[in-house]
């Protein structure tokens, strides 16, 4: 797909502002991400995701964190969020920060709201890639903690995915 002119823009606006960080921190970060955010706010939830996907042309893990941070806090952009659209924002993942960062904002939070299916996690949970069996772990691990506590049938349905993923990640 062609990106529009103002995506580019925006993708540029937003490595300009984060170049320009000295020594980023978390809260800089997402204070610059808000901003964004409220810029792109009426946007089509296509175009965030374009947005996302054009930043993660550049291997960065700020800009990752950054990517995922902006389509999980623009509603209809996560709703409307697809498998292909997550298998895309989730390419080239190669380190533990950038694993935590795509199943904390996408894969887990899709999975918890039963817009992941535990055969895809259990799939993962079986890859050859280290990093896509992390993925399966992490994106189901805190959900299900916060979910046994207020005992949520997903977390009593999931248990034997989550012992398939802990198995196969260790």
């Known amino acids: 797909m062609k990106q529009s002119r103002e995506i580019v823009h925006l993708a540029r606006e937003i490595r300009s502002r984060l170049d320009q960080l000295s020594a980023p921190n ?3 970060v997402r204070a610059i991400r808000r901003d964004f955010s409220h810029q792109i706010a009426s ?3 296509e ?6 996907l054009h930043l993660l042309d550049e291997d ?7 990517s995922y941070e902006l ?7 996560f709703e409307q969020l697809t498998m292909d659209d997550l298998l895309k924002l989730g390419r080239a993942l190669n380190s533990w920060s950038s694993v935590d960062c795509f199943a904390m904002y996408l894969s887990g939070p899709m999975w918890a709201n039963g817009r992941l299916s535990d055969k895809t996690i259990a799939t993962w949970a079986r890859s050859e890639d280290r ?8 994106s189901t691990v805190l959900w299900v903690g916060a979910e046994a506590q207020t005992t949520s049938s997903k977390s009593k349905k999931s ?12």
């Open 47 to 52: 175009s965030v995701i374009q947005l996302a």
């Open 159 to 170: 248990a034997p995915c989550l012992q398939q993923t802990r198995t196969t990640w260790s």
């Open 26 to 28: 978390t809260a800089v």
């Open 71 to 77: 389509v999980s806090h623009h509603k209809l952009a």
């Open 131 to 138: 990093w896509w069996r992390r993925t399966a772990l992490v």
């Open 43 to 45: 946007a089509a939830p």
């Open 60 to 66: 960065s893990d700020l800009l990752r964190f950054f």
